[in-house]
């Protein structure tokens, strides 16, 4: 994440509290990781929270933030998958759309 934005540190505590409160929201909130299995690193991840909404029908939509690759992993088109499988879980849970908003300067990933 550090490689997306400025990343604070963050007590074991307040990130054990707040990985509960994630978990705790089910399928509305979920986190994709994509590991490098031999040194057991995360090169890859993205997250999506699914917005209940009273348009469209009470619709849904879906919102992706947090995409980022690891500077090593780039150019392997982990950025797509982490989003192809963030849109389908959309899709899935019965979204009419899906936004993903980022920098200029972050664009290289689409």
Do not use: W
């Not at 982990?78 to 849109?87: S, V």
């Amino acid at each position: 994440m550090r490689q997306l934005t400025i990343c604070d540190s963050v007590s074991d505590k307040d990130f054990e509290d707040r990985f509960r409160e994630l978990i705790a929201l089910g399928d509305d909130h979920i986190i994709s990781v994509i590991e490098d299995e031999s040194p057991g690193k995360i090169i890859a991840t993205g997250s999506i929270f699914i917005e209940k909404k009273f348009l469209r029908n009470c619709g849904k939509v879906g919102h992706i933030e947090d995409v980022v690759v690891d500077s090593n992993a780039r150019g392997l088109k982990l950025g797509k998958k982490i989003i192809a499988f963030l849109t389908k879980h959309a899709h899935l849970m019965g979204c009419y759309k899906v936004i993903l908003d980022c920098g200029l300067e972050n664009k290289s990933i689409l």
